[in-house]
């Protein structure tokens, strides 16, 4: 077995993953095998060769625009809102949407040693993220009498524990059939001056999850695809775990993304601050792009038009709806998702067989983006949300100016005292609030359930 696994890495330079055989008992040469034989160590070497050629974002940047958007109250758009809802309505109602939910992060950052799915973030009630997301789509579902399945990607960091979590709870309410939760993939880890694969432990490699770019893959490799197709489902409805407050399976977004015929949409925010530290969505030579924060020239955010808004203003929050054949015809493409590289500090065993800890960034990971995909969609655009009402990501430890758990709770009270008092409530200063989405999916729906003049005067959720 050895010497099979050296006719494969002695060509690619990596013979040092076989160092610790003899250390290894049956079962762990056995594994050992499994991981090398899954590596495609010349796309190894060609990402490793050209690590430092990530494309020239400024020579990008200063070609790039604002893109092609519908704006909150914007008398320019093509579509009116009512417009986009009955399309969306109409779309959701035959039964053409599902849900990818992205939740392959763990609760590390906020002291939370979980999937993050599985934080208690509701302010009342103490719901997870992953209860809060599904009880929108069950809501979305009944509101307009259709099934609305949901794809789940993890990542081997959290499947088992989001798996457990999900039969623990019997799925929050989803069919078994609606559920389908998949692995995204991993990529080797390398050290960043040699280029050499590093190993966690002598007979296990260093590895790190793909990216959410890895969805293209997963959703195919995982027969996700194929459940999309045989259900007639023809748009997907993408977020990330960490925001409470995305409106999922939102009708207006749906009918903007098809009224404009577009391959792959993206909900924004606009920029409170140029240098503000997220990925701008722009158009370069006809084609939408996310550059980020990080590859944005300070005088390049800083452009204004002749009314002092910003140029480059689009903010993405990482909510897509995509095209079912726009992803079936990206999967069959090889390149359709560039990796990226990522400098990082990543422990693991030296040739001796001790740990080595680095106190700075040593090795190399490789990820994709699933933005990636918006220059090669046809027709993409973008569509503006308030962020009161759609943003809140669930980031930052406590002690941290926004983000965190204390934060994101306070929007989430903060939107639904705001449907309760559209609705005539009157909400004591100070009071909690939370709605379920499975009692009022928004402000229009708790309208017919409260009486105007009701008082809320102690934390309530309404469920």
């Known amino acids: 077995m050895k010497d099979r696994l050296l006719d494969i890495l002695i060509p690619a330079r990596q013979q040092h ?16 095998a499994e991981q090398i034989e899954a590596i495609d160590f010349d796309l190894i070497d060609r990402l490793y060769g050209h690590r430092d050629d990530q494309g020239d974002f400024r020579q990008m940047a200063d070609r790039a625009g604002p893109p092609p958007a519908f704006r909150l109250n ?11 809802r009955d399309r969306g309505t109409q779309a959701i109602a035959a039964g053409q949407l599902g849900v990818i939910l992205v939740a392959g992060g763990q609760g590390t950052r906020l002291g939370f040693e979980h999937p993050k799915g599985m934080f208690p973030i509701g302010p009342v009630s103490g719901k997870s993220l992953f209860a809060i997301h ?14 609305i399945p949901l794809y789940l990607m993890t990542s081997p960091a959290t499947h088992d524990e989001t798996v457990r979590f999900f039969t623990d709870h019997d799925r929050f309410g989803l069919a078994e059939e609606d559920l389908r939760v998949f692995c995204q993939g991993t990529m080797p880890v390398v050290d960043e001056a040699t280029g050499k694969v590093l190993l966690d432990a002598p007979g296990r490699i260093v590895v790190s999850p793909d990216g959410h770019g890895g969805l293209l893959a997963a959703l195919d490799q995982s027969g996700a695809l194929d459940d999309v197709r045989r259900r007639g489902i023809r748009q997907l409805f993408y977020f990330q775990v960490d925001n409470p407050l995305v409106d999922v399976c939102s009708p207006e977004f749906v009918g903007y993304h098809l ?4 391959e792959l949409s993206s909900q924004v925010v606009a920029k409170r601050d140029p240098l503000e530290r997220v990925g701008n969505v722009v158009e370069v030579d006809g084609r ?3 550059i980020e924060y990080s590859d944005l020239a300070e005088d390049v955010a800083e452009r204004r038009h002749d009314d002092g808004s910003l140029s480059i203003w689009a903010g993405s929050i990482a909510v897509h709806v995509m095209d079912v054949a726009f992803l079936q015809r990206m999967t069959g493409t090889s390149d359709a998702l560039p990796f990226h590289i990522a400098r990082k500090k990543v422990s693991h065993v030296d040739p001796t067989g001790a740990r080595v800890d680095p106190e700075r960034p040593n090795a190399i990971k490789f990820e994709r983006f699933i933005f990636d995909l918006l220059p090669s969609a046809a027709d993409a655009i973008v569509v503006e949300i308030d962020p009161a009402e759609g943003f809140a990501p669930l980031k930052n430890a406590p002690g941290a100016d926004i983000d965190t758990p204390e934060w994101v709770r306070a929007r989430v009270v903060a939107r639904h005292r705001c449907w309760l008092e559209l609705a005539g409530a009157v909400v004591a200063d100070g009071v909690a609030v939370e709605i379920s989405p499975l009692f009022a999916l928004d402000a229009d729906e708790l309208s017919g359930k409260i009486e105007p003049g009701t008082r809320v005067t102690e934390e309530t959720y309404f469920c």
Request: aromatic share 6%.
């Open 134 to 147: 599904v009880e929108k789509i069950l809501a979305a579902g009944r509101r307009h009498g259709v099934r």
């Open 74 to 84: 914007a008398s320019a758009n093509r579509f009116s809102p009512r417009e986009a």
């Open 288 to 290: 939408l792009r996310v």
């Open 17 to 32: 993953l076989v160092g610790f055989w003899d250390r290894l008992d049956d079962a762990g040469r056995r594994s050992l």
């Open 259 to 262: 009224l404009s015929r577009s």
